[in-house]
T-cell receptor
Framework: DTGVSQNPRHKITKRGQNVTFRCDPISEHNRLYWYRQTLGQGPEFLTYFQNEAQLEKSRLLSDRFSAERPKGSFSTLEIQRTEQGDSAMYLC?????????????FGQGTRLTVV | TQLLEQSPQFLSIQEGENLTVYCNSSSVFSSLQWYRQEPGEGPVLLVT?????EVKKLKRLTFQFGDARKDSSLHITAAQPGDTGLYLC????????????FGSGTKLNVKP
């Protein structure tokens, strides 16, 4: 399977715990994105990387959220001190740097439930 | 207020009917994508349009990009139950094509 891979698919955690999600992009893609999607809404941009550099972060990404892409390949998204409002689907996407018509391909997502 | 507004939000039709979903904005986009998403899964890319006025066909699906690159439509001919899902449009803006803005989606239910 050469698509975007996300792990775990589902995560249930207690409020206040830390969680970490992993994303493995399509191998030749140098751009990686994290999005969050709540029920009935479209995905909302969180952050993106070009290679290992985190180039943009949304104001949605509070100081409890941190994302890394240490070697420009896989990425992790960590949420510290989880809150019930963090419950959502966390989506990762990757793309190849282009000139204006970049296409992003998504993984299957990680469904987080904070209880 | 979302950058991309999709309409209708919900659509329930009988198998065999035609339908059109709209994606509108006041902003210009360098490209626009349409995705289909099933419950519990990530969005799956259907098509990308990049040129104003462009029309692309994918079997029974026809996608159009507005002349001014501010809007798009998706037309499905003879809908089938397998077309059921959430249809999302997403655009990359002219000056920042690193980030994709999504509409809130159109939830389509095709009844057999």
């Amino acid at each position: 399977d050469t698509g975007v891979s996300q792990n775990p698919r589902h995560k249930i955690t207690k409020r206040g715990q830390n969680v970490t999600f992993r994303c493995d992009p399509i191998s030749e893609h140098n751009r990686l994105y994290w999005y969050r999607q709540t029920l009935g809404q479209g995905p909302e941009f969180l952050t993106y990387f070009q290679n290992e550099a985190q180039l943009e972060k949304s104001r949605l990404l509070s100081d409890r959220f941190s994302a890394e892409r240490p070697k420009g390949s896989f990425s992790t998204l960590e949420i510290q001190r989880t809150e019930q409002g963090d419950s959502a689907m966390y989506l990762c996407a990757s793309s190849l740097k282009g000139q204006g018509n970049t296409e992003a391909f998504f993984g299957q997502g990680t469904r987080l439930t904070v209880v | 207020t979302q950058l991309l507004e999709q309409s209708p939000q919900f659509l329930s039709i009988q198998e065999g009917e035609n339908l059109t979903v709209y994606c509108n904005s006041s902003s210009v986009f360098s490209s626009l994508q349409w995705y289909r998403q099933e419950p519990g899964e990530g969005p799956v890319l259907l098509v990308t349009v990049v040129t104003g006025g462009e029309v692309k066909k994918l079997k029974r699906l026809t996608f159009q990009f507005g002349d001014a690159r501010k809007d798009s439509s998706l037309h499905i001919t003879a809908a089938q139950p397998g077309d059921t899902g959430l249809y999302l449009c997403a655009g990359a803006r002219v000056y920042n094509f690193n980030k994709f803005y999504f509409g809130s989606g159109t939830k389509l239910n095709v009844k057999p």
